[in-house]
């Protein structure tokens, strides 16, 4: 059974780090491009990184410079590198594996506040 894992979140303070990561339970991962989008109430998710199998990577604008996408093609797992965090980027952060299909997961939390 495919199954996708998200985890990580948690509260942060403004300027803070945190670090999302997803295990995907697929035999060739490599072939997925994957991805993190977020959302907040009352609006759409919205793509914040994304990575290829050989590792070309994309982000949102509001987040280059902070915020760091990896993935490990042998462990099945994808990781975002959340630094110099923003009340802003508060939201639900769900991540995606995309290869003709989507596959979610479940979704985790991050809260930054003061």
């Known amino acids: 059974q495919v199954q996708l894992v998200d985890s990580g979140g948690g509260l942060a303070q403004p300027g803070g780090s945190l670090k999302l990561s997803c295990i995907f339970s697929v035999n060739i991962f490599s072939d997925y491009l994957m991805n993190w989008y977020r959302q907040t109430p009352g609006n759409e998710r919205e793509l914040v990184a994304g990575i290829t199998g050989g590792g070309t990577t994309n982000y949102a604008d509001s987040v280059k410079g902070r915020f760091t996408i990896s993935r490990d093609n042998i462990k099945r797992a994808v990781y975002l590198q959340m630094n110099n965090l923003k009340p802003e980027d508060t939201a639900v952060y769900f991540c995606?594996?995309?290869?003709?299909?989507?596959?979610w997961g479940q979704g985790t939390q991050v809260t930054v506040s003061s």
């Open positions: 995606n594996a995309h290869w003709g299909n989507d596959f």
